[in-house]
């Protein structure tokens, strides 16, 4: 055979093992079935993540994840959990695990939202049990250098959008929340003592669904305080029903006559923590209150979230009815 036809026939193969290596670099597979987690600790070498990803099907066997990683040499490889669902070639694989688009949850948690309320978005998304929450933050000992007389964590677990791995502890979240407390309180600057600051604040963002009206709200609960006032605020109602395991959506008679202590109808004063987690326009609200001698409020009945204050209780009573008549129209 000629060198030229010699020289023909290698080029030829060549031509055929670099397409058939690169049909196999980029031909989807599957061999497994569901979600597929694979954990990819720091320091773990090319060589390793292959063998992972071989022995559960994400590929077809390790050396078509190093040749795909051969031919992708951007960026580096990066460290944590993936999640596979579907079919996906090992050029693919490469690409996403070099872009670090590791597995995460989004733990979105509104402002106003009770621990019980966080258990159960947590439990939702499947990352443990609500009542495993709620046992880790009936324990205050994360936040007791700050807040001494804390019965719980409630309150500290500030609202916010947390992104968990699966192995996410309740524990671990409650320390990243109250982590995330602690700064946006040193951002808040302020003297006030924390107990009685973030236990109005828990109110206030219960009662106030307009932003701009939080601090009116707060100076009715201050001016309330000030003349030993009773709060009669529902949502400390509510929350007491919510701890007796006896709230149903509706506030009762046998609720407002409940002597639970977070009933601020039957007690004056704050009630003994907050109710629910406040979020940093109601913590300011708290902390500086409008100057204002309003001591009630009523919701409006145009939909807008909007209350009517008043300074006295003839005024307050003008309210109320047109509240009722606007509600029967």
Same mark, same amino acid.
């Given at each position: 055979m000629s060198a030229i036809r010699k020289l023909g026939a290698l080029a030829l193969l060549g031509g055929i093992a670099g397409g058939y290596a690169l049909w196999?670099?980029?031909?989807?597979?599957?061999?497994?079935?569901?979600?597929?987690f694979v954990e990819f600790p720091h320091g773990t070498s090319t060589g390793a993540m292959a063998?992972? &990803?071989?022995?559960? @099907? +994400?590929?077809?066997?390790?050396?078509?994840?190093?040749l795909?990683?051969? &031919?992708?040499?951007? @960026? +580096?490889?990066?460290?944590?959990?993936y999640r596979f669902q579907r079919a996906a070639s090992p050029a693919e694989v490469v690409d996403r695990i070099g872009r670090g688009d590791i597995f995460y949850y989004d733990l979105v948690v509104p402002e106003g939202k009770n621990l019980f309320d966080i258990g159960a978005i947590a439990e939702e998304l499947g990352i443990f049990k609500a009542s495993e929450f709620v046992a880790a933050a009936r324990k205050p000992?994360?936040?007791?250098?700050?807040?001494?007389?804390a019965p719980s964590l409630e309150g500290y677990l500030f609202p916010n959008t947390y992104r968990l791995s699966r192995h996410t502890t309740p524990e671990r979240l409650c320390r990243l929340m109250t982590g995330k407390f602690r700064e946006a309180w040193k951002g808040l600057q302020t003297a006030s003592g924390v107990h009685e600051t973030v236990t109005l604040a828990s109110l206030v963002e219960k009662e106030g669904k307009l932003a701009e009206e939080r601090p009116h709200i707060a100076a009715v609960f201050a001016n309330r305080l000030r003349i030993g006032m009773k709060l009669d605020c529902d949502p400390t109602t509510i929350y007491a029903a919510i701890l007796q395991h006896r709230y149903n959506g509706t506030i009762h008679r046998s609720d407002l006559d409940s002597d639970n202590p977070y009933n601020t109808y039957r007690h004056t004063g704050l009630p003994p923590g907050p109710i629910a987690n406040p979020g940093l326009a109601s913590l300011r609200a708290a902390v500086s209150p409008s100057d204002s001698d309003s001591l009630y409020f009523v919701a409006r009945a145009d939909g807008s979230g909007g209350h009517e204050f008043s300074s006295n209780i003839a005024a307050h009573g003008n309210a109320v009815d047109r509240y009722r008549r606007a509600l029967r129209k």
């Open positions: 196999r670099v980029e031909s989807p597979y599957q061999g497994f079935q569901g979600d597929t063998d992972k &990803l071989a022995e559960v @099907g +994400v590929i077809r066997s390790r050396w078509d994840f190093v795909a990683r051969m &031919l992708h040499r951007r @960026g +580096v490889l990066q460290a944590g959990e000992d994360l936040i007791r250098d700050l807040d001494p007389e």
